[in-house]
T-cell receptor, first 113, second 115 residues
Framework: EAQVTQNPRYLITVTGKKLTVTCSQN?????MSWYRQDPGLGLRQIYY???????DKGDVPEGYKVSRKEKRNFPLILESPSPNQTSLYFC????????????FGPGTRLTVT | GESVGLHLPTLSVQEGDNSIINCAYS??????FIWYKQESGKGPQFIID?????DKRQGQRVTVLLNKTVKHLSLQIAATQPGDSAVYFC??????????????FGKGTKLSVIP
């Protein structure tokens, strides 16, 4: 089954404690991205990757890092989380950049206290 | 800056009626426009897309219309069913240089289907 998986699904942490949210896809897609979703602000792109070792900033990259060492994995790293990073995070992958279907993961609900 | 927005934040329709969800965009250079459906507790799900050189595209029970003159996009759902209740997002992709594309989402319209 074609899917994007994220872990953990729910996470409560404290300010400053480094965390990583994993993302994996089994469709051999080149393009992967991370979004955060906040009430009233919709989905905003954090980072995206066009292929292994190729990453670029989206609209709201501050406070986040990513890596793309393997085609299937695209982890999101918060080196020093802050309360304003409390949000719902989605990972997505697609076969092409423009148009077409992006497959989204189930989401990770992060709370930073 | 360029943005994608929605005319109505909520829409209620009777089961069996047709639904029309609207979206305004401001970037005339966008290449693709895409509609996503997000059910409660789930990630967005692709519905249909349309390339900027098209005016209309049909899928199963859905039709997307693109009016580039007034920069307006709409999603029509025929014979709306309770399972169509969700938040619907429009999104646009535009080339941002160096082989990169920018994807921008609208804020969403909540569709509620009345049985």
């Amino acid at each position: 089954e074609a899917q994007v998986t994220q872990n953990p699904r729910y996470l409560i942490t404290v300010t400053g404690k480094k965390l990583t949210v994993t993302c994996s896809q089994n469709m051999n897609h080149e393009y992967m991205s991370w979004y955060r979703q906040d009430p009233g602000l919709g989905l905003r792109q954090i980072y995206y990757s066009m292929n292994v070792e190729v990453t670029d900033k989206g609209d709201v990259p501050e406070g986040y890092k990513v890596s793309r060492k393997e085609k299937r994995n695209f982890p999101l790293i918060l080196e020093s989380p802050s309360p304003n990073q409390t949000s719902l995070y989605f990972c997505a992958s697609s076969a092409r950049l423009a148009g077409g279907e992006q497959y989204f993961g189930p989401g990770t609900r992060l709370t930073v206290t | 800056g360029e943005s994608v927005g929605l005319h109505l934040p909520t829409l209620s329709v009777q089961e069996g009626d047709n639904s029309i969800i609207n979206c305004a965009y401001s970037n005339s250079a966008s290449d693709y426009f895409i509609w996503y459906k997000q059910e409660s507790g789930k990630g967005p799900q692709f519905i249909i897309d349309i390339r900027s050189n098209m005016d209309k595209r049909q899928g199963q029970r859905v039709t997307v219309l693109l009016n580039k003159t007034v920069k307006h996009l709409s999603l029509q759902i025929a014979a709306t069913q309770p399972g169509d209740s969700a938040v619907y997002f429009c999104a646009e992709t535009s080339y941002s240089g160096a082989g990169s594309y920018q994807l921008t989402f609208g804020k969403g319209t909540k569709l509620s289907v009345i049985p």
